[in-house]
Structures are given as structure tokens and as C-alpha cells.
């Protein structure tokens, strides 16, 4: 437990290390970028080995930061962050394996790479709201250079607009929490003392400061109508940041949702949360129902995540230790699923065949020229239409039933949005790789992609997918792995006076 | 006790078995067809005669485990093997093996045989789950899990788009009817606080079970969907675009058996109000899609039709609910609605499994021909399938002492006793069963060929054969419940039986009802390549096709003008979202993005981030100085 800290410092380590191996080769980068990840998800793994759950955030360092104004350097994990720092030991790792064919300036990649895996760390390991917000800015900027630098699709504007939506997300949770701290009497950024303090706020002060705080969150989250940085963003971004931004980064935006907003304004909570479920539920179905008519295969993934991203804040808003706990393994699970169709898209796909428009990809039988994409595709495509035996379906069905606790009428609109989410991934399904060759002349299909046969699938991109496969079956079949973790955190004092909105 | 033990250890291997072979062709055998179908053949050659092995012993037990806890909500996985599991896994073995030895010559040359056996190992698994499954919730898993299945089979040669429409298609209405399934199953949980089968079936004893009309008729969504009834009856008909043995297993005699197999492990939930909708639904679906099947030219699609008809049967049986019958003297309420749905359940499986592979048969024999009316004279050229076939005809079509006779006897007899306005529509569904049933028969085997196709026709191999011969020999005796030992007794007690003047009504009905349908369509249907109703009768003809088109119309405007359009309006507004508030509402911002442009232009990036860094800072600073007051 007491190493978890270290994923933070090796990222950071490592990061630096890739910059100088860059100078030599891309090739050197790459393989101090994988044996950095591997190092750091090796200790979250042998920490999450060594845990046993409870109530409350265990302590891991605790050092004072800036004391004249409170701010400690204070790390702790309980069940809910630990789950996600192993999701981001799996995403760092699985997404460097799929940039092993980054040859431009690979070092500079690495490094932005491993630096943001550096701050997402230490977002999910943070116990004082300042550090926590440090953390969340150091994992903004990398995000940038490295949308705008290997990024495709109109990469600057997508990047530009991915960083205005972080900001002025972050904006609004910097005020929100400047307001609690001096409100509180300006003693403690520490997330337990704000709580503390916020239960001597008046009302409208825990409305407001609830509101901005989660508002600022949930922007990176997806929030409808506050996603649309997101499909544009992963679509612009290359392969590995898609996978980090829809896997691990739009968890941020919810973790901070839950571990600070909700956790520390509960009054806020139980006021608001109405109004964040129907924005969630509208989230769902809206953004599937987008993804329903999309032409660029990225762009209906990208939709697909705002879509899955809605159920996490219908979890959350439902506000009950079920649909949190759904909420949480659902951050888990689209983060590996997420993932692993960004993967297939744009590394396994698109620098094969050098499209994502739909009508161009149906022209070639994708399944028999890169058969394993093909397989990687309908396994992550059925976990993200929540077929059992995938993490996908413990996931939304336990946020549903909390859902339906707080109320039925949540959970029937949300689930519309698990039709809608079968029939957009069937349709990319079917028109992406098992296009009809039926009726198309010969001569109709572009020349280039018969004479010459794709480029086999590396054993890069083969691993990366069996890790994310793994866990995403692993997950799904034993979904109390993670909730055996996740349940007990939701216990402590902080949560259970959340949960029960704030009557304490 | 000890060997109650020995048994329930069995369940794990029969549940697993199929998986692992479908796991090992997955895997390591997408290329080596010949031993996929081996793999895959003997997984369901066992699945076979262990469901006999475990039936006839006679042990009847429970049991499972925690799956999933979430506070106060726990989801468990466990079996339940009662005699209603009993006789639903003897089904599944049984047809499933015939099945599956069928594909092995229907299917000797496809060109993915390995990915056919291994969905079908697949199915196996799912189907077993749900026989098995002792809570709804376990059910519902499964019951996606087989609904997956069948998008893989009837999507088998997906190189044609109608096949893979008709997948799709039949994956998304089921997922309308789990839909309203699921809630069900969560509505139930909170109201009783169990969804286990056992559990719910004590605390009816106990008369301590919440009743409400809505959480059967949620669960009825899912065999609304699964069973094929109306309104999401469209995707069965297009489901024939698979291979015609998944056809026979999947789409006649087990998957879409599983909706009122699931009805009838929920039989403590009903209320009158729900059997009452129930009811209607299965007799609607019953005499559409009989009306429906007298116009159809494709064999696949008659059987099809037949099937959907034969549902809406065990449905309505179900619906009709209990009888009170005299025992002894003493009034006795049985369930007989479960006993007659499920009897019809198991004779159905037997002769609609059995035409389905002889029309799959046929279709070998004709080189993948499937129109009816460029057949006939397949008699002469295939007389085991002919003998097979008739034998499946005459056992739908209620001839006496067949195994159709029988069950449906039983659930016209119920209907007699508990509602007449259902036994005059049931009556008439059978006279046009009898009618489109014959119909097919004498185009598709008596006078003379009339294609190159069926004059070229051949019987298959043994392969094709024996499954025939032994689904043909069920479908006689099948009907005979004194022939099942003792073990189906928990259910075959519940089948209502006639007895005096009921008696001589329903068998006096069914006689006529046989011979008026069979023998107006022996007299109409000429062997020809027309259709003789068109030629003799256009306006009913007409109007027929119109009711059975109904139905896609309406879809196809659903999905083309309402969905479609309502996605493309907001796929709009997202673009203005997307494009427009920020160009056109906010240019401050899109100066900033041209700043941004500029610099990566010019390499000097991060000064732009800087800025950014900066504006934060300062609006921290000042946010601090403001709140420090």
C-alpha cells in the first residue's frame, strides 16, 4: 500500500528519462516509456494485493506542503481510488503498447505520455483538495502537446478546445473550493477538514460551492451539455491519448465528482442531484442516438464514450451506495472498454487502411483482412452494449437497480439508453467489419487495398488488447474483485452522511 | 443424499462442456473446420445423454451461490433442476444433437464451419443457463447471452446484407423486450426482496408475496421478445435468413420456447389482470400469423410463420391460466396452463424441429432452392424426407393419436373450459394451420417437378437422414404422456384433460377442424408455379399480404423517418454545438484558437499554455484576494 505514492514519482521518472532516450532513439524511448508503465502498474497491483478494505482513506504520506495556508502534500487510497489506479496502471501500459509505431519525436511523446500518467495518479491518490488540483492541472497540459503535436484530424482545433473545456472546468472547481477554504475559515485544503467545515455552511453556501465544484468536475466527465469537447478531442487525438483521455481522463472529471464535490458538500448533493440525473440520463440517450448516424468510426466511439460516461453521473447522482458503487465499476470498465475501441479504431484500423469513414471501410472486408481486429472489435463492442460475462454488465445493471431505489423513473429512461448503445455498436459493427462485399463490382473496391495485404498486427497491438480483453472478461465474471473494494470505502463517515444527503 | 450430491456436481459439466468447446474453436480452431464440428457435435452428444441420465435418475435438486453483492441487493447464480428443468433439458439435448449431426452434412462445405459449430456450442451453453438458472436474474443473463448466440447464427453468412439486417434486427427487438424484462426483474427484487424461484414460490404459500399487475407484464416483455409474439413479432420471419438447422433448433424448438418456459417458472407472480393480457396476446399472435403463413412462397418462411402461430399457442395456453377440476370429489386448482403450454412446448419442439431440418433437407436436396412453387414431386426423389415430412405435418395439423393431437386437444380443452371467445379463435387458427400446413405438403412433394432445381433433387446423406427418423419417431409417440417414466411428473400431472361431454366437443372439434382445413387445401392448391389463392381469390389474397406487411411497414417508418430523422436533428444540433456557439457565439475563443494555430506554427507552443497557466493563477490570486474580505 505505502508504494502507491511511488507510481506517482516513477511516471514522473520515467517521463523525464524517455525525454533523454528520445535523443538516441524512438526505439529506446519506448521501451524505457513500457518499462516505466509496467514498473508502476506492477506496485499498484502489489498494493492492491496488499489491501484490505475499509471505511475511510488509509494515509499514506502526509507532509506539510505550504503551511501558512493548511496545504499538506497528503496522499491516501481507500477502495474507490485504488480501482482506479489500477485502471490507469492498465491504461498506461496497453496505450504505450499501442504507440510502439510512434517514430516522430517519440521521446518528447513518451514523456507528455507518462507525465500525465504521472498527474492521474496522483489525482486518485490525492486527500487535500489543492494537491488534488495541482495534479488535475499537470494532467491537463500534457494532454495538449500531445493532441496538437500526433494528433489527425483537425488536431489543433480539438486540442484547443479540449484544453478552454478543462480550464474553465478547472476554473470553476478552483473557485468553488477557494470559496470553501475561506468560508471554512481558511485553515485546510485536507478533503476531510473542508468537509468538516462545509457542515457549518449555510445552505446556500453548500448549493453554490456544490455546484461549482461539481459543475467544474463533470465537464471533463462529459456532462451533457457540456461534452462537446470530448468526441472532438478523442477523435483529434492520437491513438494512445484517445485511450487515455475516454479511459482514464473523463475518470478525473468523475472522481472528482465523487470525491470531492459530492463527499464534501452533501447538501449540495441532495439539492442538485435531480437535476444532474436528468442531465445524465439525457447524456445517454442523446449522445447514443448521435452515434447512431455518425460516419467517422471514431467519432461514434467518441460519442459511445459520452454516452457511457452518463451512466457514471446517473450513478453518482442517484446518490446510494449501490448506484455509486455502479458508478465506480463503471468508471473501471468503460476505461478498459473505452480503451480498447479507440485502440482497434485508430491504431488497429485507421493507420492500416488510412480511413475511419464508414462508407469507405463497409468496401473492404475488414474481417478477413485483420481478423484479430476484427475479434477485438465484437468482444469490446458486445462489453460495451453490457453482454454478460463482460464488465460492462454488472457495471450498468448495478447502477440501474441504485438508480431505481432513488427512482424507477431514472432507471427506465437510462435504460433506453442500453438499447440504444446495442443498436449503434451492432451497426458500426456490421459496417466496419463485416462490410457487404455483396453487389460491389471488383473494380469498385480501391485497388491498393487487394494488391497490397495490411500489414499484420504487431505483437505490440496483440498484447496491449489481451491485457485489456483480460481484464474487461476478468471484471466481468468477477465483478466483486473490484467490489469488495469499492463497497467498504463507500462506508466511511464522509460518504455515509453524502449518501443519505447530507442529514448527518 | 450422497448421490444428490454426485449429481449436482454433474450440472457444472453439462453447463460447461459447450462453453469450452466453443471457447476451443474460438480460439485455436477458426481454421481446422472439419475438427471444430467434431468438437462441437460431441459436446452436444453429451450434453444429450447426460440431460437423459439426469433426468431419468429421477433426483430432483438446488442450489447456487452469491454472485454479486450490492448492500442489501444480491444477485446469485445457481440451478434449479426440477422436472419442469428436466423435461426443458431433455428437449434441448435432444433436438440439439439432432441439430447438430444435421449441420454436419447441411453445412459439410461452408466456407466458416468452424465459426458455425462454434456458435452453435455457444447456444447450447446460453440455452442450458436458462433452463438451468434457479432466479430470474440468472435467466436474464442467459437470456442475453442466447439472444447473442442467434445474432451470430443468423448472421452466419453475413456477406449478405439481408442476413446480417435480419441479425441485427433480431438482436434489437429482443433488446426491446429485455428492456422492459429487466425492469421487471428489478421491480420484483424490491417488491419481494428475492428473485429466486424457489424463494418467490415460499412466499406465495405464505401468501407474504407483493402482487401487482406490472411486474409480470414487465417480465412478459421478455418472452414478448424472445417468444416472437406481437408486437415484436418481425424478427423471427427474417430470422430464416440463417442456416436452416439453426433455424430448426434456435428459432423453432428451443430459444423461442424459452419465453413461455420462463412464463411458466413465474407462474406464482401472475395475477388474473396479467393472465388476462397474456392471454390475448398468444391468441392474437396465433391467428395472425396463421394468416399470414397461407400467402407465403418460401418454405422457411411458412415453417416460420407456423412457428410464430404455435407460440401464440402455448402463450395463450399459458394465459388461459387454472382450471379447477374435480378430484375425488374435491375441488383441486392445478396450473394448467403451465402443464398444457409446456406439452405443447415439448411436441412442438419434436415435429417442428423435425419439418425444419426436412425443409432444410429439401432445400439440400433442391441446391438452395426455396420457393415451393418451383418444387413438387419431391416424393418420388426424396421419400425419406417425404415420409419424415408428413409425419411432421400430420402431427401439427392434429391428426389423431400424433403427438400434436394430443397437446393441442389440451390446450383447446382449456380454453373451452375458461374462455370461449379464445376457443373460437384458437379453433380457426387450427383450421388454417391445417390449411397452410397441407398447402406446403402437397406443393412441395406431390404432382410434378416443376424447376430444374427439384428435378435434380436428391436425399442427403446419413447425416440428414437419421436426425430425421428419430425427431419423426418422437413426433408420433411424443404425445403419449404414459411413455415418459414417472420423471416429467411435476409437470405432465398439470396437463387439463378432458373428460365426457368436454371430451367428445374437442375431439369432435379437431377432427373437423383437421379434415375442413387439410381438405380445402388439398381441392384449391393446383401443383403449379402460381399461387392458386392469387389466381382464384386476388382481394383476400391481397389483404393478406397487406396484414403481413403490416407490421414492417410500420417498423421500417419507425426506424427510417422517426428515428433516423430524430438522430440526424440532433447529429445537427450537435454540429452547431460542436462548430457554431463557439465560431460564431464566442469569437473571443476562436481568436484563441487561431493564437494557438499560430504558435504551433510557429513552434513557440507553449507560450499559449503559459497563458493559460498564467489566467489560472490570476484568477486564483484574485479569487483569493476577493474572498479574503
Given amino acids: 500500500m505505502n508504494a502507491l505514492p511511488c507510481t506517482i514519482y516513477i511516471s514522473f521518472l520515467g517521463a523525464l528519462l524517455a525525454l533523454g532516450a528520445g535523443m538516441r532513439s524512438a526505439a529506446t524511448a519506448r521501451v524505457v516509456a513500457l518499462l516505466t508503465a509496467l514498473t508502476s502498474c506492477t506496485v499498484t497491483f502489489y498494493a492492491a494485493s496488499q489491501f484490505v478494505p475499509g471505511p475511510g482513506l488509509q494515509t499514506l504520506i502526509d507532509k506539510p506542503w505550504i503551511p501558512q495556508m493548511g496545504i499538506h502534500y497528503h496522499l491516501a487510497a481507500d477502495g474507490i481510488s485504488l480501482t482506479l489506479i489500477v485502471l490507469t496502471g492498465l491504461a498506461a501500459v496497453s496505450g504505450i503498447l499501442f504507440s510502439w509505431n510512434i517514430e516522430e519525436r517519440a521521446g518528447e511523446f513518451f514523456a507528455l505520455y507518462l507525465a500525465l500518467i504521472g498527474g492521474v495518479y496522483g489525482v486518485f491518490l490525492s486527500a487535500d483538495a489543492f494537491t488534488l488540483f495541482v495534479f488535475y492541472e499537470i494532467a491537463i497540459v500534457p494532454k495538449y502537446f500531445l493532441i496538437a503535436n500526433w494528433g489527425s484530424t483537425k488536431r489543433e482545433y480539438g486540442a484547443m478546445k479540449l484544453v478552454l473545456y478543462s480550464f474553465a472546468g478547472s476554473a470553476l472547481v478552483l473557485a468553488g473550493l477557494l470559496w470553501a477554504y475561506a468560508a471554512g475559515g481558511a485553515h485546510s485544503f485536507g478533503l476531510g477538514e473542508l468537509a468538516q467545515a462545509a457542515a457549518h455552511f449555510s445552505r446556500h453556501e453548500q448549493l453554490g460551492m456544490f455546484a461549482l465544484v461539481f459543475l467544474g468536475f463533470a465537464v471533463l466527465a462529459g456532462l451533457f451539455p457540456f461534452h462537446t469537447w470530448a468526441p472532438t478531442g478523442h477523435v483529434a487525438a492520437p491513438t494512445a491519448a484517445s485511450m487515455l483521455l475516454a479511459g482514464v481522463v473523463m475518470k478525473l472529471g468523475a472522481y472528482g465528482c465523487l470525491r470531492v464535490a459530492m463527499a464534501t458538500f452533501p447538501v449540495g448533493l441532495a439539492f442538485w442531484s435531480p437535476l444532474i440525473a436528468w442531465l445524465a440520463i439525457i447524456g445517454i440517450v442523446y449522445a447514443g442516438l448521435v452515434a447512431l448516424v455518425q460516419q467517422d468510426f471514431k467519432f461514434v466511439i467518441g460519442y459511445s464514450s459520452v454516452s457511457h460516461m452518463g451512466f457514471v453521473l446517473l450513478g453518482l447522482a442517484a446518490a446510494n451506495a449501490t448506484a455509486v458503487s455502479g458508478a465506480v465499476l463503471q468508471m473501471f470498465s468503460h476505461g478498459v472498454i473505452a480503451g480498447l475501441l479507440f485502440a482497434v479504431v485508430g491504431r488497429m484500423v485507421y493507420e492500416r487502411t488510412h480511413t475511419r469513414q464508414l462508407a469507405d471501410l463497409r468496401t473492404m472486408p475488414l474481417h478477413r483482412l485483420m481478423p484479430f481486429a476484427a475479434m477485438t472489435f465484437v468482444l469490446a463492442g458486445l462489453a460495451s452494449m453490457g453482454m454478460p460475462g463482460f464488465s460492462g454488465f454488472p457495471a450498468e445493471l448495478t447502477i440501474l437497480i441504485g438508480a431505481w431505489k432513488t427512482s424507477p423513473k431514472w432507471a427506465l429512461f437510462a435504460a433506453v439508453g442500453v438499447l440504444i448503445a446495442a443498436a449503434f455498436t451492432l451497426r458500426v459493427m456490421q459496417v466496419s467489419f463485416f462490410g457487404t462485399t455483396e453487389g460491389t463490382k471488383p473494380g469498385s473496391i480501391p485497388a491498393h487495398h487487394l494488391d497490397h495485404p495490411m500489414a499484420p498486427i504487431t505483437w505490440a497491438e496483440r498484447a496491449g488488447a489481451l491485457l485489456l480483453i483480460a481484464a474487461m472478461v476478468y471484471v466481468g465474471l468477477k465483478p466483486d474483485i473490484l467490489l469488495n473494494w469499492i463497497t467498504p470505502a463507500l462506508q466511511s463517515p464522509l460518504f455515509q452522511t453524502a449518501l443519505k444527503g447530507g442529514a448527518s | ?629
Fill in chain 2, 1 to 629: 443424499m450422497e448421490t444428490t450430491v454426485n449429481h449436482i456436481v454433474v450440472v457444472p459439466y453439462i453447463l460447461m462442456e459447450p462453453l469450452i468447446a466453443a471457447a476451443l474453436i474460438a480460439l485455436f480452431l477458426r481454421r481446422r473446420h472439419n475438427i471444430a464440428a467434431v468438437i462441437s457435435v460431441l459436446a452436444a452428444a453429451l450434453i444429450c445423454f447426460r440431460a437423459l441420465k439426469l433426468a431419468f435418475t429421477g433426483l430432483r435438486f438446488e442450489g447456487g451461490f452469491e454472485w454479486l453483492r450490492l448492500g442489501d441487493f444480491a444477485l446469485s447464480l445457481g440451478v434449479k433442476y426440477d422436472d419442469l428443468a428436466a423435461l426443458m433439458l431433455v428437449i434441448v439435448g435432444v433436438v440439439g444433437l439432432c441439430v447438430h449431426v444435421f449441420s454436419l452434412g447441411y453445412l459439410s462445405h461452408d466456407h466458416a464451419k468452424a465459426r458455425y459449430f462454434g456458435g452453435l456450442s455457444m447456444f447450447m451453453f446460453s440455452m442450458i443457463g436458462i433452463v438451468l438458472a434457479d432466479n430470474i436474474f440468472m435467466m436474464f443473463i442467459f437470456w442475453e447471452l442466447v439472444g447473442f448466440s442467434s445474432y451470430l447464427l443468423i448472421g452466419h453468412w453475413h456477406e449478405k446484407q439481408s442476413a446480417s439486417d435480419a441479425a441485427k434486427k433480431a438482436f434489437i427487438t429482443n433488446r426491446v423486450g429485455d428492456f422492459g424484462f429487466l425492469l421487471g426483474i428489478i421491480w420484483c427484487y424490491y417488491a419481494n426482496g428475492t428473485v429466486n424461484f424457489t424463494e418467490l414460490a415460499a412466499l406465495g404459500d405464505k401468501h407474504a408475496l407483493v402482487f401487482s399487475t406490472a411486474i409480470p407484464l414487465l417480465l412478459f416483455c421478455g418472452a414478448v421478445g424472445k417468444s416472437a409474439q406481437l408486437p415484436l413479432q418481425v424478427w423471427l420471419p427474417d430470422a430464416m435468413e440463417g442456416p436452416t438447422p439453426v433455424s430448426a433448433l434456435i428459432h423453432a424448438a428451443t430459444m423461442v420456447a424459452a419465453g413461455v418456459y420462463m412464463l411458466c417458472r413465474i407462474n406464482v407472480l401472475m395475477v388474473p389482470q396479467a393472465l388476462n393480457v397474456i392471454m390475448w396476446t398468444g391468441t392474437v399472435t396465433a391467428i395472425y400469423a396463421a394468416l399470414c403463413a397461407v400467402t407465403q412462397r418460401d418454405i422457411k418462411k411458412v415453417l416460420a410463420y407456423s412457428t410464430l402461430s404455435q407460440l401464440g399457442y402455448m402463450v395463450a395456453a399459458f394465459g388461459l391460466g387454472s382450471l379447477a377440476t374435480d378430484q375425488e370429489g374435491r375441488t383441486m386448482v392445478v396450473a394448467a396452463g403451465v402443464g398444457a403450454a409446456m406439452f405443447h412446448l415439448t411436441t412442438h419442439a419434436f415435429f417442428k424441429a423435425l419439418m425444419f431440418l426436412g425443409s432444410g433437407s429439401v432445400i439440400h436436396g433442391c441446391h438452395h432452392e426455396q420457393d415451393i412453387f418451383k418444387m413438387g414431386g419431391l416424393a418420388k426423389k426424396m421419400p425419406l424426407t417425404f415420409a419424415t415430412f408428413t409425419i411432421g405435418v400430420a402431427a401439427i395439423i392434429g391428426m389423431p393419436f400424433l403427438a400434436g393431437f394430443f397437446s393441442k386437444d389440451a390446450i383447446l380443452y382449456l380454453a373451452y373450459a375458461n374462455n370461449r371467445a379464445v376457443f373460437a379463435v384458437l379453433v380457426f387458427t387450427a383450421v388454417l394451420t391445417s390449411f397452410y400446413m397441407v398447402r406446403l405438403w402437397k406443393l412441395t412433394f406431390l404432382g410434378t417437378p416443376r424447376s430444374e432445381a427439384s428435378e435434380h433433387a436428391h436425399e442427403g446423406g446419413l447425416t440428414l437422414t437419421a436426425p430425421l427418423v428419430l425427431l419423426a419417431v418422437l413426433s408420433v409417440i411424443g404425445g403419449y404422456t404414459g411413455i415418459y417414466p414417472k420423471v416429467f411428473n411435476g409437470v405432465f400431472e398439470l396437463i387439463p384433460e378432458a373428460h365426457g361431454s368436454a371430451h367428445t366437443v374437442i375431439f369432435a372439434t379437431s377432427l373437423v377442424v383437421m379434415l375442413v382445413g387439410s381438405g380445402l387445401a388439398l381441392t384449391l392448391y393446383n401443383p403449379a408455379v402460381t399461387d392458386s389463392l392469387e389466381q382464384k381469390s386476388p382481394g383476400l389474397f391481397a389483404a393478406l399480404v397487406a396484414l403481413k406487411n403490416s407490421f414492417d411497414r410500420v417498423y421500417d417508418y419507425y426506424v427510417a423517418k422517426i428515428q433516423q430523422r430524430f438522430a440526424m436533428l440532433l447529429n445537427f444540433l450537435e454540429q452547431i454545438f460542436l462548430a457554431g456557439v463557439i465560431i460564431r457565439g464566442l469569437a473571443g475563443l476562436v481568436g484563441l484558437v487561431g493564437l494557438g494555430a499560430r504558435a504551433l506554427h510557429v513552434g513557440n507552443l507553449n507560450a499559449y499554455v503559459y497563458w493559460f497557466l498564467f489566467g489560472a493563477v490570476l484568477l486564483w490570486a484574485y479569487a483569493t484576494g476577493a474572498l479574503a474580505f
